[in-house]
Nanobody, 112 residues
Framework: QVQLVESGGGLVQPGGSLRLSCAAS????????MYWYRQAPGKERELVAS????????DYADSVKGRFTISRDNAENTSYLQMNNLKPEDTAVYSC?????WGQGTQVTVSS
């Protein structure tokens, strides 16, 4: 069955960095655009970034442009979200998704 498993979240100070990973299985990973979303308490889910099937085209929410980088490794069936210069407002549960499937998410907390 389809599985998407995120990892790499945690507690980081403002200005710090984290790298999230999304390990995919149960489908042809290289055939699908991958998405990263986040949801903060009391807020709607927000699309953070997307990467096309080859990794050659990416898109970002304005709130993370210049700080986050999405990528993928089709040989490893894994997508990544590199997050730099993190801010308290980046605190949320981050989930990866594609083709209507979602992972459980990983918590990112940015606090001093």
């Amino acid at each position: 069955q389809v599985q998407l498993v995120e990892s790499g979240g945690g507690l980081v100070q403002p200005g710090g960095s984290l790298r999230l990973s999304c390990a995919a299985s149960g489908f042809t990973f290289s055939s699908y655009t991958m998405y990263w979303y986040r949801q903060a308490p009391g807020k709607e889910r927000e699309l953070v970034a997307s990467v096309d099937t080859t990794g050659g085209s990416t898109d970002y929410a304005d709130s993370v442009k210049g700080r986050f980088t999405i990528s993928r490794d089709n040989a490893e069936n894994t997508s990544y979200l590199q997050m730099n210069n993190l801010k308290p407002e980046d605190t949320a549960v981050y989930s990866c998704g594609c083709a209507g499937y979602w992972g459980q998410g990983t918590q990112v907390t940015v606090s001093s």
